[in-house]
């Protein structure tokens, strides 16, 4: 399924959490692996540029922080990253630089890569959004199935078991989701794909894309 695989998916120059997506083949693969290689990492950043605020969390210096945002370890919150009032982020996440993290967005064991935006009421758990994703206002990532069995990505009659219970969205390099679109567990979007508002995803979508419905998704040109 090599729709799904980093390579096809990101420029991992965009991103200060390289060096852990390199291990792997699937993004989804570095899921289990995220709290770790932050704990390892941050405290190999340039105390010139970062500060530990508190226990294993990360900020850059130049980061914009509101004093209602909650932030959980741990973290790393990179340079220039703006983190608007009433914004939650629970730990785990890898937040890249130039980033807007919004109002009541609510931020989980994720890899937000540089320019990422989740500007508006979006909640994002367990997921990886490449650079410069965009998520429109009141959507989200469903991280975990109703029958809370494991998730499983499936491609046409393609499929791979990922031995997850919880697995968001894998979102591609530029991808914009519109407004109160749900992104189902298992869903990856190829890069450069566009997610119409109110759009229920489920399964990969091809890159290059608009995704009106499952039976309407058109190239673009």
């Known amino acids: 399924m090599k729709e799904c695989k980093i390579c096809n998916l990101y420029n991992l120059e965009e991103t200060i959490a390289k060096d852990l997506l390199e291990s792997v083949t699937y993004p989804w693969e570095a899921l289990p692996k995220i709290g770790d290689f932050i704990i390892?990492?941050?405290?190999?950043?340039?105390?010139?540029?970062y500060e530990e605020k508190s226990e294993n969390v990360w900020i850059a210096k130049?980061?914009?922080?509101?004093?209602?945002?909650s932030i959980n370890g741990p973290v790393i919150i990179g340079d220039s990253t703006e983190i608007r009032p009433g914004a939650y982020?629970?730990?785990n996440a890898i937040i890249g630089n130039g980033v807007v993290v919004g109002n009541s967005t609510e931020l989980k064991n994720v890899i937000l890569f540089n320019k990422v935006q989740v500007p508006h009421y979006n909640y994002v758990g367990d997921s990886i959004l490449g650079y410069k994703a965009h998520m429109g206002?009141?959507?989200?990532t469903s991280n975990v199935k109703s029958d809370k069995t494991l998730v499983i990505v499936k491609n046409g009659n393609e499929q791979i078991e990922t031995g997850l219970k919880k697995f968001g969205a894998m979102l591609?390099?530029?991808?914009?989701?519109?407004?109160?679109?749900?992104?189902?567990?298992?869903?990856?979007?190829?890069?450069?794909?566009n997610i119409y508002p109110l759009s229920s995803v489920r399964g990969v979508i091809k890159e290059n894309c608009i995704y009106k419905n499952k039976n309407e998704i058109i190239e673009k040109y």
Request: aromatic share 0%; proline share 2%; glycine share 18%.
């Open 137 to 140: 206002a009141g959507s989200i």
């Open 40 to 49: 390892k990492l941050g405290k190999e950043l340039d105390i010139n540029l």
């Open 89 to 91: 982020i629970r730990g």
């Open 172 to 193: 591609g390099d530029m991808v914009e989701v519109g407004c109160g679109s749900v992104l189902n567990p298992g869903t990856v979007v190829g890069k450069n794909t």
């Open 62 to 69: 130049t980061a914009k922080i509101a004093l209602t945002a």
